[in-house]
């Protein structure tokens, strides 16, 4: 084992080796070109060299050809005499066919060993961007985010923050006194997105048993690091969650991993393809996010390998940050694709034998400029590189084949079924059933109360005889009483005008005399 990855030959006649240092493999990198140019295959020949480092590996795989990882190539094969005779030309010596620990992921759990998160892990954040939720609707998720915290609720997976939003919508007015106006409006809007969520399958994201990071981390029992391969072709009609999980999952790799400094080798290598994805209406809070990651989770061991069409699907700040490049054909069909084209040429340092843009533009198959770190991580000198050959299948698996390396896993039943412990969703049903208890309880004992003159009487004073009704009520009274009716005629008659005259009479004359 060496100290770097064989990348392909350069310089005349493609004999001179160009190779990428372990030692800057962590300072991330850059494969670009056009569809149909070979960005995968030379994914793939970096995966494979990882792996043989003992270096684990976590790769989206978007179009299923990555699979092959799993299988060594075979004599057979049809590209067999091109490979041997490419192997030969740029002075590969060492070629040979031989496979990958491979693990299969899949979010949906259909492909692979099922992939979850808890929605407290994932954060509001990241939560927000998924949703592309507004500004008043990202303020109430981080509400409830605040408000599961701070009484114990678990936010594990969605019933549970759509349970905690229904209770945060009940109580608004409690709320926006302390944390700010809650809309009934924007609680309905972050409900109806869980829902389309939830109906495009992000429900199996959320949930338990979560993902383990260092079942990422892995090596085999010959030391060789494990290539876990993230069947990504269901979840690219999903973009949004297709970048959120995975910047989630970088972000945790930030989080978790210890600082190690400039280590001989990566910890773990991380390949994003199609990574126009995450940048694509992204807001800059979250580009902000990805250039933070890229910057720092260096020095924790970990590189990260952006896979795209053109270099300006990255933005500067992060393109920056990429050391290693692998840059395949570029068409210049329109004036974007030439602006485009000058600007990746742009970024090399210049080779006297070549102009850079010209190479880029008429490179075949197979073939790619590159320019790889070199001793104190100073840039090198753009080449033309033939890519070496794959060792691993090209091509996927059958379907029984995946499934046998999915038996064979280490992660065989770990992750397959799926837990619902006790959570917000739970703790608010049994809050909810309980004061509908107490309400219905209080309800019953209020029906079968007496009437409130009866309640009275029996709150006083026991006694013995019978109860006699008040003189002065007007219920009791004698209506064929003479007297009575006199004295109703004399009420009635001091209440109208008469009465107040003579009232104000007596009163005059009794103040007028003192």
């Known amino acids: 084992m060496t100290d770097k990855i064989f990348i392909g030959g350069g310089g005349e006649g493609y004999a001179e080796p160009q190779e990428m240092s372990f030692k800057y493999a962590n300072r991330h990198g850059l494969i670009a070109g056009a569809t149909g140019t070979g960005k995968t295959v030379t994914l793939q020949i970096l995966a494979e060299s990882f792996s043989q480092a003992g270096v684990p590996v976590i790769l989206a795989d978007v179009k299923g050809d990555l699979s092959g990882l799993a299988k060594p190539g075979m004599a057979s094969h049809k590209l067999h005499d091109a490979f041997t005779a490419r192997a030969e030309k740029i002075g590969f010596s060492s070629y040979h066919y031989h496979s990958c620990p491979v693990t299969f992921w899949d979010l949906f759990g259909q492909q692979g060993h099922p992939v979850r998160t808890t929605v407290a892990e994932m954060g509001p954040l990241l939560l927000a961007q998924l949703l592309e939720l507004s500004e008043a609707q990202e303020g109430i998720l981080n509400i409830a985010f605040r408000l599961a915290d701070e009484q114990a609720l678990p936010l594990l997976d969605l019933k549970d923050l759509q349970a905690l939003l229904v209770w945060i919508g009940e109580n608004r007015g409690a709320l926006s006194l302390r944390y700010g106006n809650v809309s009934p409006a924007s609680v309905g809007a972050i409900q109806r997105r869980l829902l389309v969520l939830e ?98 989770i260096r020095s924790k061991g970990v590189g990260i390998y952006f896979i795209t069409q053109s270099p300006g699907d990255v933005p500067e700040d992060i393109l920056g940050q990429l050391g290693n490049r692998i840059q395949h054909a570029l068409r210049a069909f329109t004036a974007r694709d030439r602006k485009n084209l000058k600007l990746a040429a742009e970024t090399y340092r210049e080779n006297p034998r070549f102009s850079t843009e010209d190479a880029i533009r008429e490179v075949g198959v197979g073939e790619a400029v590159t320019s790889m770190l070199q001793k104190k991580g100073v840039p090198g000198i753009v080449e033309r590189t033939l890519i070496r050959p794959p060792s691993s299948q090209l091509g996927p698996l059958t379907k029984a084949e995946r499934a046998e390396v999915l038996k064979q896993s280490d992660m065989a039943g770990k992750y397959d ?57 007007r219920g009791h009274r004698p209506k064929d009483s003479f007297a009575s009716a006199m004295s109703e005629a004399v009420i009635k008659e001091l209440k109208g005008t008469t009465g107040r005259r003579l009232v104000r009479g007596i009163l005059g004359g009794l103040f007028k005399g003192r």
Do not use: C
Not at 211 to 221: G, I, T
Not at 431 to 436: D, H, I, L, Q, V
Not at 445 to 458: D, G, V
């Open 199 to 296: 109906n495009q399958g992000g429900a199996d994201l959320f949930g338990e048993p979560a993902l383990a990071l260092s079942d990422l981390m892995r090596q085999d029992s010959a030391g060789r690091g494990m290539v876990n391969i993230l069947a990504s072709d269901k979840l690219m009609a999903a973009p949004k969650l297709y970048a959120t999980f995975l910047l989630w999952l970088l972000s945790e790799l930030f989080e978790e991993l210890p600082e190690v400094g400039d280590p001989d080798k990566p910890r773990l290598v991380f390949f994003f393809d199609e990574a126009h994805l995450l940048f694509e209406d992204a807001p800059k809070a979250l580009v902000d996010k990805v250039e933070q990651v890229a910057r720092l």
């Open 417 to 473: 079924k799926p837990l619902d412990r006790h959570s917000a969703y739970e703790i608010l049903l049994a809050r909810s059933s309980k004061a509908a208890e107490q309400a219905e309880t209080a309800e019953a004992k209020a029906e079968a109360a007496p009437e409130p003159m009866a309640r009275e009487f029996n709150a006083a004073r026991r006694f013995s005889g019978s109860r006699i009704p008040r003189s002065s009520s």
